[in-house]
């Protein structure tokens, strides 16, 4: 999958642009009573200790993944791993026991909420037993932060988009009817994908252009392909159908 490529590899590019050791990047899903999780990307990540944060249920206890203990933030702004450090006595025992057996520093995370619920969280790190190459430019991690997210929100509209029940969903959300709305003509490309989902965060053109380097003239020729592949007017609806989805 390119767009996975893609997010891997920028992932990557993260990690060594802002002197990190290590990244993960997931979705975790605790809209029921048994929280679900599902990897994405990990930069430099034991196995061992992506198998016990899964298996082992720390993943639940992660102040840092949309939890009540770190709400989701705007999309500008990183949680730094400081800002929990006062919780380590009374509360998420079992993740920090964690985070000190396989010695890992969090540096800061961003999480995003896709859906009531569900949660894209990326997490960024330093090995303690692992020498620094200098600090981390906090400013250039949220921007990249942003990028991963967008990546994520893209990567996961695509993936709805391949299943027929994804494809009646979205008919649902833009023309308000069943399955009997029209189906696109074309399904969306990878960079559509990218795009529409972008939308959907409410950014304007030029912040769309700037987060995938894109003109902004590019960008209005792709909008222009996306609504008429799904028989919408213009943004606005779009964005709105979108909302309405996830606000129930």
Request: charged share 20%; net charge positive; aromatic share 8%.
């Amino acid at each position: 999958m390119s767009g996975m490529h893609e997010l891997i590899e920028y992932t990557r590019h993260a990690v060594e642009a802002c002197n990190l050791h290590t990244a993960s990047v997931f979705v975790c899903d605790r809209s029921r009573a048994r929280p679900a999780l599902k990897y994405l990307v990990h930069v430099n990540v034991p196995d061992q200790a992506q198998y016990s944060y899964m298996h082992e249920g720390v993943f639940c206890l992660d102040p840092f993944s949309g939890s009540r203990r770190a709400a989701p933030r705007p999309e500008s702004e990183l949680i730094l791993g400081p800002e929990l450090a006062a919780a380590r006595p009374g509360e998420c025992g079992d993740y920090w026991s964690f985070i000190d057996h396989y010695g890992i520093e969090t540096v800061a995370a961003s999480t995003r909420a896709l859906a009531p619920g569900l949660y894209s969280t990326i997490g960024f790190h330093h090995s303690r037993d692992r020498k620094r190459h200098g600090d981390v430019p906090l400013g250039q991690l949220a921007t990249m932060a942003q990028q991963i997210q967008a990546m994520v929100a893209a990567d996961m509209l695509q993936m709805l988009l391949r299943r027929p029940e994804g494809q009646i969903a979205w008919r649902q959300a833009i023309h308000g009817v069943g399955p009997r709305a029209a189906p696109p003509t074309k399904p969306l490309s990878p960079r559509e994908a990218e795009i529409a989902a972008l939308i959907c965060q409410g950014r304007l053109n030029k912040e769309i252009a700037y987060l995938t380097g894109l003109s902004e003239y590019t960008i209005e020729n792709h909008l222009r392909r996306i609504y008429r592949k799904f028989g919408v007017r213009n943004r606005t609806a779009l964005a709105a159908a979108m909302a309405n989805e996830t606000s129930h």
